[in-house]
């Protein structure tokens, strides 16, 4: 099963359906530790799920007057939407740079961006008290047109569709769908472009929702740059992502894995590197001007500055110092070390823009804290992606070279184009 290619053309309706349940079966160990500590949290968390949609936000939530959202948004949908920015990158860097150094790794990051968008900005529909109005900024329904949000819901669900084109030539090898997938092959470049543009929109699209909440965020996390801020670190936020999510699958999925990707595997790290710390220098040198603009060193003797420095000094600047030192010394457990922090940084900043920096004035004991419900439910969306990623790179394409078809037909696409431009 383990070298198993792509099926057949499914040509009749019972070919299909036999297929499908065939593929539903399980593959690989059962209990491991990763499903032995997740499957009890999904389990209760789909529980969760289905009694807030049924009995309301308030039965699962903690109480916290003025603070209008909590860890769905501020972990799951702006850290899961910051994670997911690795996408649009080496999609920009591989289809249009032209850059095939990273296409080994580009339907793998491809798949995580697109099940980050399905899982952590579908959480948005969590923190809805009347959930069912998902739908109406779509309808038009009593939504403010020149509302960011309005903008927010709009590129997401595009950006979702976006991606679902540009990994749809893998679920058309998967079920042997030779002429459909040389049709959406061709959409790819097209959705690669749309997908960019909605990306770079989007990510300061987020940062432009707390600016509204300029009275409530701390001197030093506030400035009318904030969307900027979140663009950059997006950024090197999406890429580190890759780096941590490619060092787990490439043990993982390692039987997949091909003797040119293996080889070639360590330049892709390194590259992915030298560009974090380029990025990671621009956000940092951004966030300075904004503190020597906005006149605020003084509160960095102050505990908010500690924490303050703690994002930006031990989370940022160490990080960005540590894949300048891992590329230069071409030392990979150095470069997994800074991915791993400056996932942590975003973590934090995302969150301080939330609830930590988001009235810092309140005292401890009228703050937001998390119920255990919404944490159960947090962790489920997150293992929900893994789960659903896993099950897809183990059915489809993703590590493994493509079916020998599919080879031929891009070669064939390929020839086609370059006559035509001759």
Not at 44 to 66: H, K, N
Not at 68 to 78: E, H, L, Q, Y
Request: hydrophobic residues 55%.
């Amino acid at each position: 099963m383990r070298g198993k290619q792509a099926s057949p053309e499914k040509r009749t309706l019972k070919d299909f359906i036999t297929f499908i349940i065939a593929e539903l079966k399980p593959r690989g160990k059962i209990f491991t530790p990763f499903n032995i500590i997740s499957a009890p949290i999904l389990a209760l968390g789909i529980i969760l799920i289905i009694y807030r949609l049924i009995y309301g936000l308030g039965t699962v939530v903690a109480e916290a007057p003025g603070f209008p959202w909590g860890i769905w948004i501020g972990f799951n949908v702006m850290v899961g939407v910051a994670f997911a920015g690795g996408a649009y990158v080496l999609t920009f860097v591989v289809y249009i740079l032209r850059s095939e150094k990273y296409h080994p790794i580009i339907r793998a990051t491809i798949l995580n961006g697109f099940l980050a968008y399905v899982f952590y900005a579908g959480a948005i529909l969590l923190d809805l008290g009347r959930w069912w109005n998902i739908v109406n900024p779509l309808i038009g329904n009593k939504f403010g047109v020149n509302s960011v949000l309005f903008l927010v819901a709009w590129h997401f669900l595009l950006y979702m569709i976006a991606e679902f084109l540009e990994f749809s030539p893998a679920f058309a090898e998967w079920l042997g769908l030779k002429r459909i997938r040389k049709i959406l092959r061709s959409f790819t470049l097209a959705a690669v472009i749309f997908g960019i543009t909605l990306s770079t929109l989007h990510q300061s699209g987020l940062g432009a929702l707390v600016m509204m909440a300029r009275p409530n965020i701390h001197p030093l996390w506030y400035t009318e740059f904030i969307p900027v801020l979140f663009f950059v670190s997006g950024i090197f936020g999406g890429i580190s992502m890759v780096i941590f999510e490619g060092t787990i699958s490439t043990r993982v999925f390692g039987y997949q894995l091909t003797t040119d990707f293996r080889r070639s595997y360590d330049d892709i790290v390194l590259g992915l590197a030298k560009t974090c710390a380029a990025v990671m220098f621009v956000y940092l040198f951004l966030k300075a001007l904004v503190l020597i603009h906005g006149a605020h060193a003084s509160l960095l003797a102050t505990p908010m500055g500690y924490w303050y420095l703690t994002e930006v000094v031990g989370l940022t600047l160490i990080p960005c110092i540590l894949y300048l030192r891992g590329f230069r010394d071409r030392n990979i457990k150095v470069i997994r070390i800074a991915a791993i922090l400056a996932m942590a940084g975003i973590i934090i900043n995302r969150c301080n823009y939330v609830f930590i920096a988001y009235k810092w004035f309140v005292p401890l004991s009228e703050r937001y804290i998390p119920s255990w419900q919404e944490v159960v439910m947090a962790l489920t969306i997150v293992f929900a992606h893994i789960w659903v990623f896993r099950w897809i790179v183990h059915r489809m394409a993703v590590y493994r070279k493509p079916p020998a078809w599919a080879v031929e037909q891009d070669r064939r696409g390929e020839k086609k184009a370059l006559e035509v431009t001759l």
